[in-house]
């Protein structure tokens, strides 16, 4: 079936160090990706998406883009804040008309002034 | 435009109680999905309703069942509430299924405790 791994956590990082959050999927077809950040206390909120091979998702700062080749999605920011510490969720649309998201069990980010 | 609003926020149930949890999707948006979210399991799929039809079911006992109401609306219940459906209960809308347009924008969530 499908599947979302993520890099472990937790991860702690300094204010304006490189952030990478690894992203591997396994599904049938051709799925959309996400990736969703939760805040303490909150829901999910939409980060970023890809919904073809090589689309890359981009927002405040963060992107990530759709390898096919390697079934990847990577999640990348040049300079985090502390700000972005939050917990965050890769996951995978399969297809068309099923919108099931099958998640990653979440990578959880703490950055320290 | 209001965001996709849950209510309860928050509910205190004990075992063998069954409790009925609300979801209002994004004006307009017309498909509906359940997520449960645990520390153990993480984020499950529920069930997704569009045009008042479930059309996909996760894996989860009979106890777990939803509707959806004209107004795309949703209601999920629980029934003889065990303490491991203790969790976050997430509900997400998207503007319709199949097509480029189906992110999925989740509410607050219900944080559901049975003792």
């Known amino acids: 079936g499908d599947s979302v791994t993520q890099m472990e956590g937790p991860v702690t990082l300094s204010e304006e160090a490189f952030l990478t959050i690894n992203c591997t999927y396994t599904?049938?077809?051709?799925?959309?990706l996400f990736w969703y950040v939760q805040y303490p206390g909150e829901g999910l909120q939409l980060l970023l998406k890809?919904?073809?091979?090589?689309d890359k998702g981009s927002n405040k700062g963060f992107e990530a883009t759709y390898r096919k080749e390697t079934t990847s999605f990577h999640l990348e920011k040049g300079s985090v804040q502390v700000s972005d510490s939050a917990v965050y969720f890769c996951?995978?649309?399969?297809?068309?008309?099923?919108?099931?998201?099958?998640f990653g069990t979440g990578t959880r980010l703490t950055i320290i002034p | 435009k209001a965001g996709v609003t849950q209510t309860p926020r928050y509910l205190i149930k004990t075992r063998g109680q069954q409790v009925t949890l609300s979801c209002s999707p994004i004006?307009?948006?017309?498909?509906v999905s359940w997520y449960q979210q645990t520390p153990g399991q993480g984020l499950q799929f529920l069930f997704e309703?569009?045009?008042?039809?479930?059309?996909n079911k996760g894996n989860f006992p009979g106890r777990f069942s939803g509707r959806q109401f004209s107004n795309s609306r949703s209601e999920m219940n629980v029934s003889t509430l065990e303490l491991g459906d203790s969790a976050l209960y997430l509900c997400?809308?998207?503007?319709?299924?199949?097509?480029?347009?189906?992110?999925?924008?989740f509410g607050p969530g219900t944080r559901l405790t049975v003792l």
């Open positions: 309703y569009f045009s008042e039809t479930q059309r």
């Open positions: 599904a049938t077809g051709y799925p959309s």
């Open positions: 004006s307009g948006h017309r498909s």
């Open positions: 996951a995978l649309v399969p297809n068309f008309g099923n919108e099931k998201l099958t």
């Open positions: 997400a809308s998207s503007l319709l299924p199949g097509l480029d347009t189906d992110t999925q924008y």
């Open positions: 890809a919904t073809k091979a090589d």
